[in-house]
């Protein structure tokens, strides 16, 4: 199961990652991202294509071509291969063509040359240059497809004679000759393993230029050492070290104190973790979890007819038949039952925390802004708590979003409340209304 809309990967991550110069690339990127593979012998072999890129960033660093000639080369490929499109083949009726028409030789001239620099900038510059040994086979294999592409035409003698203005009719019709040989399927192939190369160079870019660290996994516990949210343009940097034992946390905090976004930054690096990227953080380390719920931001559903506090308990139904099966889940709840009224919210919060004590092997992390819980939890095995530091200076909340162990049991509401002068306004307005009477 895998619940991770409130992350809002593709509206918050993917501009982060995005380094793409065409839209099929962007798609593949985007499908990079949403791609979990089911296993971390999986997930090692993703993150392996980007560390062999990242070890070959000098060869690919630069990697680009010119988004206005892409189509126009994916066209001319489409329509001779295709069929669409007949390429003269024979020098000599070619030869006489070109003589006959000027229009004629600088049309076909213009569209026979910018497929040739395209595909030599390309092979050129990165795919002749690039080892593909550190890769692991499945990626070869799509590298492979480009090589063997790009090998099936003479772009390198090509190439130089167009430099030297000595681009013949002969020189035309070898070229055609060779694309005509080439099958649709070899052509689709081809683009399909190249736009997923771009893909995955633009996410290897997007993960060095932001500092994002691979994460290792281990059999238990969960260590995130400086992990931040990385849309944050100044994060505070917090650690969370869970043992193999501890499997519920509770956080609490007062209203700004950084707790839902703090929620979504673990959300955030377990999800990367396993969709085989790096993850904001200095280190991670974590187990494999077959089931990832992120509730952040869960609102009512006009469509489908029930409230926020219906969405909530479908949620945590959901994610309690997930744990009840071999799998382990991995579960964020962002102010539990906060829609609900206190008295409910506090009695089906305290039985849910207690209850999920009672998976050891998944781990949950639950924010509440219900400040009697402390009290009324009897001691268990395997919960932590936590709180995000706040502070009151000349009576007013200064809030540093610092994690650290324990509960918060400041609360500023009244205190906003009174800042803003709403208790004088309210008076005021009772005021004026007694008097107008």
Known sequence: MLLVSDLRLEAEILPL????????????????????????????EKQAVFRALLGQWAVVAEFSYSRLQLPEVQRFLHEVVSGQLALETSRVRLAARLLLSEEARYR?????VQAIQFLRRLEQHYFSRLSTPGFPLPAQARL??????????????????????QFSAARMVVFARQLAAVRPEELADFWAAFFWFEACWSAAKGMRQLGFVFPGFQAAGLHLADFYHPLLPAPVKNTLELDPADNV????????????????????????????????????????????????????????GYSHFMAEIRNLKAVLEAAQGPGRVFAVFDELFRGTNVDDALDITRATVC????????CFLISTHLLQLESELPAQPGRRTYCIACQLEQGLPVFTYRLQAGWSSLKIGRILFEKEGLPGLLNDGAAGYSSSL
Request: net charge positive; proline share 6%; with cysteine.
């Open 17 to 44: 990652l995005n380094f793409t110069y065409s839209y099929p690339a962007e798609e593949a990127l985007r499908r990079l991202l949403g791609e979990v593979p089911p296993s971390v012998e999986q997930i090692r």
């Open 249 to 304: 946390v509770v956080l609490t905090g007062p209203n700004m104190s950084g707790k839902s976004t703090l929620l979504k930054a673990v959300g955030l690096c377990v999800y990367l973790a396993h969709a085989g990227l790096g993850v904001p953080a200095a280190a991670c380390r974590l187990p494999f979890y077959a089931s990832i719920v992120v509730a952040v931001n869960l609102t009512d559903s006009l469509s489908s």
């Open 355 to 362: 209850g999920l004590a009672r998976f050891p092997q998944s």
């Open 108 to 112: 076909s001239r213009a569209r026979y």
């Open 144 to 165: 492979r497809v480009i090589t063997r592409f790009l090998g099936r035409f003479s772009l390198a003698d090509t190439a130089a004679a167009i430099a030297e203005d």
